[in-house]
């Protein structure tokens, strides 16, 4: 829909005939609560409650304080239509007619319940349609603003013409793994009118991730929005959705060569104020933590530079990846763990032996420090933590037994058992040289593991590359080091309320010095020296873990004086040994 001198008209859709039209009735909103509960909640499909439904569309309503700081960006265009084009029940609409009473709002909205109830939430007289937008042609307006749905790429039914369609009208390639609301950031560029503004809320995945190539190589090359705002990760604006937020601005009335400014904000005060500068033109070079996104390469991972300043900078001192050493591959996934991952106590119960399991770390906390061995996992085991995965090597009436209690449980039906060649076979996955911890707050576990134990998806599996069979004692020394958690910093994806994320790619695109060259003995050395550290206190075995890694990587790095008392550097001098070590080709 496209409105002129007051007056709708319903343009051609992609979707011939499936369009609805609805008006809003509703006078004020008085929070983001107000907005998912203003009427009384209409039926939904049996088995789907509330949340599970707004859910699986992707709908999170917006916090009214950033609904506001949107809408005062997009009305300070003074524009005479705005369109929300994943309206939901109307709020970001209603913040906009705080601004101007007399502003026509339009809405689109794809699930025909959201749209019956809005009817009652959203402002009067705002026009709602019933449509994928998509796939429809709305027409431009001079001025936009959404929270588009949260929607990740194998959840949507697009076909390949589907995509093809997105790629010409949006003007660049996709990745099929392209996110829906990434999807919607372009089309709103294409839908807002020359002179226009619009702000999209949008989670921040798409700055790291590698989807969001092609999104931020459209931004900087076209789009080149006015500002973008980074929520700090331990500000979780949304409760039912752990991510970290940013916020998009975009404006088709700036120069061409006007920088595009970036900052990380800590607070939703912080993000007003700089909302505040944005709308009065003096937000410069010189303003406090603010960077020029058209001088960043669209693929790099643009919110580990906006989150942590100049981390990048040491990038220049590690000339390599992990990856040119190690591979990276998750751990297993079964499908059950509570079927497939058993304790001693219930091996004994059903008869099953060694023979039918082995060895398995099946969640993160069973496993930490800078080694995990065969005697911490016999400890785990004794403990009678689920540590054992079934994987038979032999048939038995007991192994039976315990397969008819599976199925009988549904387990081969489940999705992972039903697409494996024999349903209760796990993974292939040989023992992971290093650990990696999928997520983690303050500090990723990277543990060398010499237990002969494999790993579930808790952790990620490195590979020593031919070759570098002896280097995972000295890839853990690294990796745990400051200069490790400085590399770290430079690949992890940040969701909300301080959660980081690894992916196997990350793990391998993590730069790491050149490895020296070590033999079997040295790395046996080694891995005992990385066991006595952990006998240190915390603060102790980090300065140590520094010191050690001086003696490898001097050629290659810039370690930091650590603070600690002189007697700490020699007793670490003493563990490194000071060896002199021939480099190690990158395979």
């Keep these: 829909m496209k409105l002129r001198d007051n007056q709708s008209f319903l343009s051609l859709y992609y979707e011939p005939n499936a369009v609805e039209v609805a008006t809003g009735e509703a006078d004020s909103f008085e929070s983001a609560e107000s907005w998912q509960r203003t009427s009384p909640p209409a039926p939904l499909p049996i088995g789907c409650g509330e949340g599970g439904k707004r859910k699986h569309l992707g709908q999170v309503a917006t916090p009214e304080p950033v609904a506001v700081l949107m809408a005062k960006w997009v009305m300070s265009a003074k524009p005479t239509t705005v369109l929300d084009p994943a309206a939901g029940f109307g709020g970001l609409l209603a913040a906009c007619r705080q601004f101007d009473g007399r502003v026509q709002l339009v809405g689109v909205e794809r699930d025909v319940e959201t749209l019956q109830r809005a009817k009652s939430t959203a402002p009067r007289g705002a026009k709602l349609i019933l449509a994928d937008y998509l796939k429809s042609d709305a027409g431009q307006f001079d001025g936009i603003i959404a929270n588009p749905p949260y929607v990740k790429a194998h959840r949507l039914d697009y076909s390949e013409k589907d995509w093809c369609y997105f790629e010409e009208r949006l003007g660049t390639p996709l990745d099929r793994l392209t996110n829906l609301y990434a999807l919607f950031l372009l089309k709103i560029w294409e839908d807002l009118a020359p002179g226009g503004r619009a702000a999209v809320i949008l989670p921040a995945e798409f700055l790291n991730a590698n989807f969001g190539h092609e999104i931020k190589d459209r931004l900087v090359r076209a789009i080149r929005p006015a500002a973008l705002v980074v929520f700090a990760p331990s500000l979780n604006l949304f409760a039912s959705a752990l991510t ?286 990385l066991a006595d550290l952990e006998e240190l206190p915390l603060i102790e075995r980090t300065a140590s873990i520094d010191e050690l890694a001086a003696g490898y990587f001097v050629a290659n790095s810039r370690p930091k004086e650590p603070a600690s008392l002189p007697q700490r550097r020699v007793q670490s001098r003493r563990l490194a040994g000071r060896h002199t070590h021939r480099a190690v080709p990158v395979p």
């Design 244 to 529: 970290t937020s940013a916020i998009v601005f975009l404006d088709k009335g700036r120069p061409a060569e006007a920088p595009s400014w970036a900052k990380r904000v800590d607070s939703v005060e912080e993000a007003e104020r700089f909302v505040s500068k944005l709308c009065a033109g003096t937000i410069g070079r010189s303003s406090n933590g603010c960077l020029d996104l058209m001088k960043l390469n669209p693929r790099d991972k643009w919110l580990n530079v906006l989150l942590n300043g100049k981390a990048q900078a040491d990038e220049a001192s590690f000339p390599n990846r992990v990856g040119d050493y190690f591979g990276c591959s998750r751990g297993i996934a079964t499908g059950a763990n509570d079927f497939f991952c058993l304790s001693r106590a219930e091996l004994r119960v059903h008869h099953l032996t060694e023979t039918h399991v082995e060895p398995c770390v099946t969640k993160a906390v069973d496993a930490d420090g800078l080694v995990f061995t065969r005697e911490d996992f016999d400890a785990l085991a004794s403990s009678d933590r689920r540590c054992f995965l079934l994987n038979p090597s032999r048939n038995g009436q007991d192994l039976m037994r315990y397969l008819k209690f599976g199925e009988e449980r549904g387990i081969p039906q489940r999705h992972l058992p039903s697409h494996r060649p024999v349903w209760y076979m796990p993974e292939n996955r040989a023992v992971a040289d290093i650990w990696a911890a999928v997520f983690s707050r303050e500090s990723v576990k990277f543990i060398l593991n010499t237990s002969g134990a494999k790993n579930l998806t808790c952790f990620h599996g490195l590979y020593a590359k031919p070759g570098c069979e002896n280097l995972p004692p000295l890839m853990t020394l690294f990796l745990n080091s400051s200069d490790g958690r400085r590399a770290f910093s430079q690949v992890n994806r940040f969701y909300g309320d301080g959660l980081n994320k690894l992916e196997p790619k990350d793990v391998e695109d993590m730069p790491c010095p050149l490895m020296p060259k070590l033999s079997r003995a040295e790395a046996d050395e080694l891995t005992r020296k």
